[in-house]
């Protein structure tokens, strides 16, 4: 059983930015066995992937509408993915979800939410002025 924990969101203004933390608990597997997903949904709308790290964190993605500004990275040691965001906009408002799939050997990842087994329960993220 994995559970996450998220932190780091709140409100900023457009244009700024926010880091946000991931941190795995699992009782048999490490966080270097874990693929990790964050995904955002706002009101109204479908959860969508936003960016993924493999395993080891040499392989990641990103959603094209935050290519250039949004950068995940993850210290294994410390069991934590973290999402830097920057250049803010009101469209990156919503609750940010991280999420983990088990994998022992590939080092992929997935920007689909149905990959994924075990959910945090998220963090909401405002962009306002």
């Known amino acids: 059983q994995v559970q996450l924990v998220e932190s780091g969101g709140g409100l900023v203004q457009p244009g700024g930015s926010l880091r946000l933390s991931c941190e795995a608990f699992?009782?048999?597997?490490?966080?270097?066995?874990?693929?990790i997903g964050w995904f955002r949904q706002a009101p109204g709308k479908e959860r969508e992937g936003v960016s993924c790290?493999?395993?080891?964190?040499?392989?990641?993605a990103h959603a094209d509408s935050v290519e250039g500004r949004f950068t995940i990275s993850r210290d294994n040691k410390k069991n934590t993915v973290f999402l830097e965001m920057n250049s803010l906009t009101p469209e990156d408002t919503g609750v940010y979800y991280c999420?983990?799939?088990?994998?022992?050997?590939?080092?992929?990842?997935?920007?689909?939410?149905?990959?994924?087994?075990?959910w945090g329960q998220g963090t909401q993220v405002t962009v306002s002025s």
């Open positions: 999420a983990a799939k088990p994998i022992r050997r590939s080092d992929v990842c997935y920007l689909s939410p149905y990959e994924y087994e075990y």
């Open positions: 790290s493999g395993r080891t964190g040499s392989t990641t």
């Open positions: 699992d009782s048999v597997l490490s966080s270097a066995y874990l693929v």
